[in-house]
Nanobody, 123 residues
């Protein structure tokens, strides 16, 4: 099993920045890809970004490309997403997720999920 804990959410004005963290523990040797998803009230969960643990290859949703940056710290078993130029439409609960397979933007293909952290962007 893999346990994931998100942190770093909060309230920020439009145009501001936040960095979210996802700390992983447990059987992280089965964790090949870590992704970030988000879900706004009344909306479907959507893919944000993902990173391959070994090699660091990244993949971004079109809606966040150029504004968000995903990274990882191997020693800390932690994945980050730096979110710049935040917009009100970025408001959502942000989840990190991990899978043992290949890079994916499909939520149901991820095996492990954190509890989420709230990001609220005010106008």
């Amino acid at each position: 099993q893999v346990q994931l804990v998100e942190s770093g959410g909060g309230l920020v004005q439009a145009g501001g920045s936040l960095r979210l963290s996802c700390a992983a523990s447990g059987r992280t040797f089965n964790m090949y890809v870590v992704g970030w998803f988000r879900q706004a009230p009344g909306k479907e969960r959507e893919f944000v970004a993902a990173i391959r643990w070994n090699g660091g290859f990244t993949y971004y949703a079109d809606s966040v490309m150029g504004r968000f940056t995903i990274s990882r710290d191997n020693a800390k078993n932690t994945v980050y997403v730096r979110m710049n130029s935040l917009k009100p439409e970025d408001t959502a609960v942000y989840y990190c997720a991990a899978r043992s397979g290949a890079m994916s933007y499909v939520d149901v293909e991820y095996d492990y999920w954190g509890q989420g952290t709230q990001v609220t962007v005010s106008s």
